[in-house]
């Protein structure tokens, strides 16, 4: 280290660090996981908007089902793909609340899509926070409902066939549709830009709880390195060529 | 004109040495060390340190915000 480096490095010259709304347990999640940068994206917001004290996560069965040992909120676990359903129970018990869902593909749009649906067609105060990987990352890089194409997973060795396994889901899409949802869009987190765009998705999502505005759902299209058996660096390029086509990031909804 | 010059601190037993802050970086200061952390990762640090303008782009990009930016007016 330079003597002039070392100049740098005090309080007074600091930009970014770790916000203190995360924990200091170290993350279960493999090298690059999408989940890790969602998760701090959540954490600056609710610690930005002072809001620590007044949010509850639910978190779902999937990777991110430990979340609760990484966000230093209150949490509660819910079975899988059950999150919106026990968010509603939240929300409407403790309407002064900030409650959101954390959820991935395989937990909110297989196993749990009708309380998913149901949660955003009664319009429910709550945010729903959908990482998006195209694949069951958990249990071994099975097929999920929003596996692309010809994608190559355990369970589709030859690559997703429509014929056999339909078509890849665009499930925020179908949520756009339903008049409980007030804000739904669709972020990444791949790139700097990227992960600003998304953080500010999230920031409005939790404003619009206390503007009362109706579900907000935001899914983030992430990769999933271990699963895609790709380098997490080679995983977001194939998430650019590959998953952007299907999955176009922007705002769909906005009332 | 302005001028600025970064550093940055990785907390090199947590970093997983998932290489994308390397690549976020537009500066070309980090890459991954020959040495490996307790946990078998090559982790991140500057290799070219002269170069860091404090943009934080690394510490925004990294999943498991290991990374501190600091950034400094030195004109
Ligand atoms: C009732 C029930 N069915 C199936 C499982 C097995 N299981 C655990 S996680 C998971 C899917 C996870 O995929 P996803 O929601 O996309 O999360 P990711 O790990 O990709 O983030 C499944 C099917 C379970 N735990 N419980
Ligand atoms: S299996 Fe996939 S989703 Fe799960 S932690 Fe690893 S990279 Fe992330
Ligand atoms: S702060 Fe910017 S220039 Fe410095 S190492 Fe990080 S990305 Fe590179
Ligand atoms: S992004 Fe973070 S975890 Fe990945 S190599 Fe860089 S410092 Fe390590
Ligand atoms: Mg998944």
């Given amino acids: 280290m330079t003597v002039e480096t ?47 004290e007044q949010t509850i996560g639910v978190s779902p069965v999937g990777c991110s089902v430990l979340a609760y040992n ?6 509660a676990e819910a079975a899988h793909g059950r999150a919106p359903a026990v968010a509603t129970g939240i929300s409407r018990l403790h309407p002064e609340k900030y409650v959101f869902t954390y959820q991935g593909d395989g937990d909110l749009a297989s196993i749990g899509t009708a309380e998913v649906m149901h949660a955003c067609n009664r319009g429910e105060n709550i945010v729903i926070i959908f990482v998006n990987n195209a694949i ?12 692309l194409v010809g994608q190559v997973t355990s369970t589709t060795p030859y690559g997703r066939d429509v014929k056999l396994n339909g078509f890849p889901m665009k499930i925020t899409e179908l949520l ?12 990444a987190v791949h790139t700097p830009l990227a992960i600003r765009k998304a953080k500010n998705a999230i920031r ?12 907000s759902f935001i899914e983030i299209v992430g990769t999933c390195s271990s699963g895609w058996k790709m380098t997490p660096v080679d995983a977001n390029r194939w998430m650019v060529e590959n998953m952007f086509p299907k999955y176009p990031l922007g705002d769909i909804k906005d009332i | 004109m302005a001028k600025f010059r970064g550093a940055v ?9 998932c290489d994308l802050c390397v690549v976020a970086c537009p500066a070309g200061v980090l890459s991954l060390a020959k040495e490996v952390n307790g946990k078998g ?26 990374i501190t930016v600091y950034r400094k007016n030195i004109q």
């Fill in chain 1, 176 to 187: 756009a549709q339903l008049d409980g949802t007030g804000f739904v869009t669709r972020q």
């Fill in chain 2, 41 to 66: 990762y090559h982790y991140s640090e500057m290799a070219r340190p002269e170069a860091c303008t404090g943009c934080a782009n690394c510490g925004l990009v990294c999943p498991d915000a290991v």
């Fill in chain 1, 70 to 75: 990484y966000l230093d909120i209150d949490w």
């Fill in chain 1, 204 to 215: 409005k999502a939790f404003e619009n709880t206390k503007k009362d505005k109706g579900t």
């Fill in chain 2, 9 to 17: 601190v990785v907390d090199a037993e947590k970093c997983k040495g």
């Fill in chain 1, 6 to 52: 070392i100049d740098i490095i005090r309080e007074e010259n600091l930009v970014y660090r770790k916000t203190p709304a995360l924990t200091d347990n170290v993350m279960h999640y493999c090298p690059g996981c999408s989940h890790g940068v969602v998760h701090k994206l959540v954490a600056e917001v609710i610690e930005e908007t002072g809001i620590r």
């Fill in chain 1, 136 to 147: 069951y990352g958990m249990t071994g890089g099975q097929m999920a409902p929003t596996t």
